[in-house]
């Protein structure tokens, strides 16, 4: 009774997870319009959010590649979540704006690698979040980050984007560890 209970959840935490990472999106976004000094606290208000959604958001990757291997799905949902703090101690002037990377870098890489290792999401989206992270990566590095800074801010956002919408739209078909896989 429990397994049926559990498996009957995990398609709605997939399109929790998708939901959660659209309302990240949207309200990030919107923060970064929120600079000026009349506003400023309304864009700070908009990226604690996003940033308390984003670490939903690894607490639910954990959830759903925990199947795939959870030790490799914990480090993922530590990544995030530290990322996550460095960005409230950047929000507060405590960080400089690049530190985050140094989780989110790996933490993309980390969810690309579970993908890869999965047959719960196509093994193209692996691809673009391990590039995603090897550019979040790159981008700590001054000389990279001021010739690329454009092409790797699209590859990032692109290949998050394109995860998001495709776990709004087809979701996460979580089996069991000994279930048979299907096509990927």
């Known amino acids: 009774m429990l397994e049926t209970r559990e498996a009957a959840t995990r398609p709605r935490r997939s399109r929790l997870l998708g939901i959660c990472y659209l309302l990240y999106f949207v309200l990030a976004i919107s923060s970064a319009l929120f600079t000026l000094p009349g506003v ?32 490799i799905a ?34 993309c890489i980390v969810i690309g690698i579970l993908i890869l290792r999965s047959t719960i999401v196509p093994w193209a989206f692996g691809v673009l979040m391990v590039a995603a992270g090897i550019c979040w990566l790159a981008f700590l590095v001054p000389p990279v980050a001021s010739a690329l800074a454009a092409p790797i801010k699209i590859v990032g956002f692109v290949s998050e984007l394109a995860l998001m919408v495709w776990l709004l739209v087809a979701g996460i078909e979580m089996r069991a560890p000994d279930a048979p896989a299907g096509e990927r």
Do not use: E, H, R, W
Request: proline share 6%.
């Open 74 to 107: 914990a480090t993922a949902a530590v990544l995030g979540v530290a990322g996550c703090v460095i960005t409230i101690f950047n929000d507060f002037g405590f960080a400089p704006a690049s530190a985050p990377l140094l989780a989110f870098g790996p933490f």
């Open 40 to 71: 400023a606290a309304i864009g700070l208000a908009l990226s604690l959010t996003s940033t308390v959604l984003y670490a939903i958001v690894a607490v639910l990757f954990y959830l759903a590649f925990k199947p795939v291997d959870k030790s």
